[in-house]
């Protein structure tokens, strides 16, 4: 079964407004077993919706619209839906009457527009509405069900899940769902993806999506199956194939991110980390402290920007940086080091670089950067060239430097 | 004019992710005088893309879509709309060798299945990618256009901005448009719009806007007209009394972030800054390092996150520790002090509080923060309770202190 999620209102077609009731309604309908193929928004236009509306009806089994069930003019989710289903909307008094009583138990007339909320369309079920006017709507058409849900959360999401989840219960076979989460760092998205869709791709159960995004890969695979064991044995099929191909690249099972990983290794080895950067400005500093109880082993760093603080704060000697410049793979292991040194950790790790737009020589072109790991067991510098903005090679230099802190820490 | 936006992709399908490039291009639209009449969301599925394409093509002069035009399988994009207008797909070898000159430059190899991404659709004109291998095409269709752009915002918006709208403006018939873009600090969202919302809800043009999140309120005004000076007019006679009733809360009359005004200042003064970081462990360098260009003012800093980073990297006494606690006004004016002292900086600003969940005390509950700012003019600090999570207490903390550094660069 695949559903359909349409939000009507044109407020949600301006710049600044994303509809968020999808995202619950999403999850909602996941854990059912409910796929959903397809969002729209469109604007309060009758004859939009109802051909947005006939549109989905022809490729989905359950297609929930959200918003437009108000009192104005602007609210046409009512009209759209009869039109597009070629039916017939009728006033009920007894629907009237109750909007009327909420009115009066808070001492107010009802305005006589709200009359419009008692329509409902032919064969339709209400779905009573206990925060606010406007009640939903249930239409089972054509082997496909529409829901008409109220647009305010506080009054979509009790009704969906007193008065939709149960009927859609009854309609669905029990299912189970198991999501595996392997993270991938230190490849680019094509050659993971290179590796592993002649694997994925061999099935249909589990779904294989792959996410992308400041050097981080994920593949989600989501199994379903009649019982919790099979659709474990599914993903596992799935992802240990994978695994099997991407090994040490992968650095999460479960969807944690890698500072997440990085630090649960600290914590188990009782080790310590800091950090010397230059280009990063305190990025790195900034992930590593992003998880909650990261001072068991997070000490501090030193955010060296210019030369003089290479060489005061982080004891870089000034040799180093006239003979092999600030950007250079000398100066990231005396970065790590230094750091090392005067804070004490049992690791440090440090990023010297050109972020630019400016700033670039012949030597070290915009986005040449130096990343060094010191630990027990001596510094190692890497050097790498990454492409694209400020914002970007910022966000590589650190994830770069995270993944190889990680592969130091087995 | 009006457009249709298509997002393409399955993982904006899922429960925790939206689709936020649509927002970017809407407002890019309506700065046009182009209204957005419908956005949807389709899977990595080709004949559901091809559907929704024909149809928008039926109701739409303008149809943008966005994402799947990577090399994987999943990438449907360019299929889609081949198939939705009845058009062929060739392979271009002159776009396979600039692809492949990409990754040349990365020192790579272009692994085989990039050349799909060199298939143009018959009648589209190449939309050239700056930032990343998948080319963007646009489409002249049976008096509409059909834009195909990439899904990384990093590529599309450069794409946009250059390629497509010297040739939507040519299109669209002259309007002047102003935009001010108000921010403001140190105010909560609400009282900034108790304060603004009597000036701005008596004008329809300007259309104003307000945006808020991480303590920072933006307030967007809009103003069309005929000509320049009129639209000038237009936005300046709103923004002028809102800048009356807000007064120094705002501190940039141009969008230019908080990070940027204060780089200015400090550029100005032929200043320098350095930061002495606890909770935000790195966020406040971070972001001062953000803008292109902070190596004339930003010297370096030390992250000091447990106490005894505090006494050796910034030399906080031990009896300050012991007597008031790390999280205390006198640990936060000795931080700023010492992160001053030993960078020889101008400016020093230092952040030491409890960002949670854990690690709260009766004395210093979850979201407590102290900030000081030290100066040529002495060092002063201030405590401020932030509520929400560890990310929002983090951000709320840096945009505080970068907010009193500004109120102190006058």
């Known amino acids: 079964m695949n559903a359909e999620i349409i939000a009507v209102g044109s407020e949600m077609l301006t710049p600044d407004r994303v509809d968020t009731n999808s995202l619950y309604l999403t999850g909602q309908l996941n854990a059912l077993g409910v796929e959903v193929t397809a969002k729209h928004v469109i604007g309060d236009d009758r004859g939009r919706l109802a051909a947005a509306v006939a549109a989905a009806a022809g490729s989905s089994n359950l297609i929930i619209l959200t918003g437009g069930l108000g009192p104005t003019e602007d609210d046409v989710t009512r009209d759209a839906v009869a039109a597009a289903t070629g039916r017939t909307l009728a006033f009920h008094q007894e629907i009237a009457d109750r909007i009327e009583q909420r009115f009066r138990l808070r001492r107010r007339a009802m305005p006589e527009i709200n009359k419009r909320q008692a329509y409902l369309i032919a064969g339709a079920e209400v779905l009573e509405n206990d925060h606010g006017t406007a009640p939903g709507q249930w239409l089972d058409h054509d082997g496909r069900v529409i829901m008409l849900l109220p647009g305010p959360p506080n009054e979509l999401e009790p009704m969906f899940e007193e008065r939709c989840l149960p009927r859609l219960e009854r309609m669905l076979p029990p299912q189970a769902i198991r999501v595996r989460i392997l993270r991938i760092a230190g490849m680019p998205e094509s050659e993971v993806d290179q590796l592993a869709a002649p694997i994925y791709t061999r099935y249909t159960n589990p779904v294989t999506t792959i996410l992308a995004g400041g050097g981080d890969i994920q593949l989600h695979l989501r199994a379903r199956a009649a019982d919790a064991a099979e659709a474990e044995r599914l993903a596992e099929e799935v992802a240990s194939q ?163 802190l990680r592969r130091r820490l087995v």
């Open 242 to 404: 994978i695994e099997g191909i991407l090994g040490d690249r992968i650095y999460s099972r479960n969807g944690d991110p890698i500072e997440a990983v990085i630090g649960e290794r600290l914590r188990a080895r009782g080790d310590t980390v800091s950090v010397a950067e230059s280009c990063t400005g305190g990025m790195l500093g900034e992930r590593l402290t992003s998880v909650p109880g990261s001072s068991d082993y997070f000490v501090g760093g030193l955010l060296t920007y210019n030369d003089r603080m290479k060489n005061t704060l982080a004891g870089v000697s000034e040799e180093i940086l006239r003979r092999s410049t600030a950007v250079s793979a000398d100066a990231a292991e005396a970065l790590a080091g230094g750091a090392r040194a005067r804070t004490g950790s049992t690791w440090a790790v440090s990023i010297t670089g050109v972020a630019g737009p400016g700033g670039g020589t012949e030597a070290a072109p915009t986005g040449t950067v130096y990343i060094a790991v010191a630990g027990p067991d001596g510094c190692r510098s890497h050097h790498v060239r990454f492409t694209g903005d400020r914002t970007r090679v910022r966000m590589f230099a650190t994830q770069t430097a995270l993944d190889l």
